[in-house]
């Protein structure tokens, strides 16, 4: 059963990261999606983890097969024309020295993209992501919790970049003032440069259109997808239609079928060291002796010393 509070917010424990980017993902056509979410998980996942200077790497795995209603219709507001994905992922740093080093290291990890991404965009948050609410206790989800999850991007209906960085900020307080949304994280990052393509992973495509450039990104978590559909029609939502219409250009919605956590405050979650099939047979068997900390020890450094 899924686990929520309703007492507790425990949105707190996401502000260590003070440095942080969105990256959207597509796999490469020719690969089969398991195949490709196999390979992010177990293979890249642990690659990543494990790249000096991290605080922070989480995966969201979307589901192209679930895209009704996800987030409503509004005369005025278009989808992004051919926007398809499969995954959106957090890469975050404690500190700007923190951010260097990995950067110092990263090329051994985007070589590896070109085996199974097609397309990645890394959207830059310098100031880091906002959570304003998280009443789901797991800190470290490692697959589908049972919540009902969407990311939902938006693009900007003008290039004022202070105007729509305010609209999304007021806008996502209102949303996660309600009741019925359990986590609301909330992405405003920099407009997006093709002229400095990232991340520089070769043969990978890192090209966006105009109406991508800048955008906002909202995760938002439910319990249900009726108690999602049932708050898309309450009075709270219908009230912010006007002003959505007014700073919003462009919205695409994208459910996600599992969160995977790699890292977490500067530490190797079980996913991130094992990797993430491995990690979720290590808690189904109740298998202690492989989370103990002579076993981590031996799996990250080759020693039992």
């Not at 995954?87 to 990263?106: L, R």
């Amino acid at each position: 059963m899924p686990k929520v509070s309703t007492t507790t917010d425990y949105a707190s424990r996401d502000a260590s990261i003070a440095i942080n980017s969105y990256t959207t993902v597509l796999r490469r056509p020719r690969v089969p999606h398991d195949v490709f979410a196999t390979y992010w998980r177990d293979v890249h996942g642990p690659l990543c983890s494990r790249i000096p200077g991290l605080g922070w790497y989480v995966q969201n795995h979307l589901n192209r097969e679930q895209d009704a209603h996800l987030w409503p219709a509004i005369d005025g507001i278009a989808p992004f024309a051919d926007y398809e994905l499969d995954g959106g992922v957090e890469i975050g740093f404690a500190s700007k020295a923190d951010q260097d080093v990995f950067n110092a290291a990263s090329h051994i990890l985007f070589a590896d993209e070109q085996n199974m991404f097609a397309a990645t965009v890394a959207y830059a948050l310098p100031n880091g992501s906002r959570t304003l609410v998280d009443r789901i206790a797991d800190p470290i989800p490692n697959g589908d919790d049972g919540f009902d999850r969407i990311h939902v991007h938006f693009g900007a209906a003008d290039g004022d970049a202070g105007t729509f960085a305010t609209f999304m900020t007021e806008f996502a307080e209102t949303l996660a003032a309600d009741a019925a949304v359990l986590k609301l994280r909330l992405h405003v990052p920099d407009r997006y440069d093709n002229a400095e393509p990232a991340p520089p992973a070769p043969n990978v495509d890192h090209l966006v259109p105009p109406e991508r450039a800048r955008i906002a990104v909202i995760e938002l978590a439910f319990e249900s997808p009726l108690t999602r559909r049932a708050f898309f029609e309450s009075d709270a939502f219908t009230a912010t239609h006007a002003a959505q219409k007014a700073h919003i250009a462009y919205v695409s919605a994208f459910a996600v079928s599992g969160v995977y956590t790699y890292v977490r405050d500067k530490q190797l979650t079980t996913a991130g060291l094992r990797g993430s099939r491995q990690a979720q047979l290590i808690e189904r068997l109740g298998a202690n002796n492989q989370v103990a900390a002579d076993v981590r020890g031996l799996m990250h450094t080759g020693s039992v010393d």
